[in-house]
């Protein structure tokens, strides 16, 4: 996770929690209600093997972004 450059991955789970995309309840990560994982080794996994949900919170915040703009 650290030491080998940008983890786009790790930046979206950032990115989605500062959004409200993505919650945060202790060391749980939930999307649209489900538990996505605990801690954020195990939410960058689930991530990357699940590129349809990466691609749709990745979407949400660029609308969000653009909408700041």
Do not use: A, H, P
Request: charged share 30%; hydrophobic share 35%; glycine share 10%.
């Amino acid at each position: 996770m650290y030491g080998k450059g940008i983890n786009i991955y790790l930046e979206t789970l950032e990115l989605g929690i500062k959004s409200k995309i993505i919650e945060k309840s202790g060391i749980w990560y939930s999307y649209n209600g489900k538990k996505i994982g605990q801690g954020k080794i195990q939410v960058t996994n689930f991530l990357k093997e699940n590129s349809k949900i990466f691609t749709e919170i990745n979407e949400k915040i660029r609308e969000i972004l653009i909408k700041k703009k």
